[in-house]
């Protein structure tokens, strides 16, 4: 792919530092990663209802949502999943930038995406949340039927069968999604972010 050489970024007349002001906290990105059926988009979903009823100012981008108009001419082949993370990644800096909270819930399943995301932020704008959870677990859950499929060879790449998951090493946030129910897990990631000073 060409780049162009004249394109430059321009700064906004508005920063992140005046955005924090007015809305009374910071911005970062809370990227959720896990196998399907974790609990990925319920937990962000779950997030970002307490953080709306709380005032603060954020957003979901969904892996299914996204795939329906942005990343739309991607596959699940390994080169366009992490496209697809890249351009995410992309996105949720947008999002910081604007004076966001946004929960990103995608499988991610490579640790060289993810760290790939991580290093367009500030240090302490990627908070990556993993939902640890069995994959016997996730598969009993199936809300989308995706396992029975990818059991029969109907899904190919589908991560934890047919395609590695590659867990995080050292995550902010860990949520045992079969242990945890969704108010303990929205409280451990409010408790971070309070800790942190975002909230």
Not at 10 to 25: A, F, P
Not at 37 to 53: C, E, H, I, Y
Not at 83 to 99: M, Q, T, Y
Request: aromatic residues 10%.
């Amino acid at each position: 792919m060409n780049k162009s050489s004249h394109i430059t970024w321009h700064q906004s007349t508005v920063t992140k530092e005046d955005r924090y002001l007015l809305n009374g906290h910071k911005s970062c990105v809370l990227w959720f990663t896990g196998l399907s059926g974790s609990g990925k988009s319920t937990l962000a979903n779950a997030v970002d209802q307490m953080l709306f009823r709380e005032s603060y100012r954020s957003y979901v981008l969904d892996g299914d949502n996204i795939r329906h108009g942005l990343n739309r001419d991607l596959s699940f082949l390994p080169k366009d999943r992490k496209e697809n993370i890249r351009r995410i990644g992309e996105v949720a800096k947008l999002f910081v930038d604007s004076g966001q909270i946004v929960c990103t819930a995608f499988i991610s399943p490579f640790i060289e995406d993810r760290e790939l995301v991580r290093k367009m932020f500030a240090p302490g704008e990627f908070i990556e949340v993993y939902l640890d959870c069995p994959i016997n677990v996730c598969e009993n859950r199936d809300p989308k039927g995706l396992y029975k499929k990818a059991r029969k060879g109907e899904i190919p790449e589908f991560t934890g069968i047919s395609s590695p998951y590659e867990a995080p090493v050292h995550p902010e946030i860990i949520i045992h999604s079969d242990k945890r129910t969704i108010e303990q897990s929205v409280e451990k990631v409010f408790k971070y972010l309070s800790d942190k000073k975002i909230l």
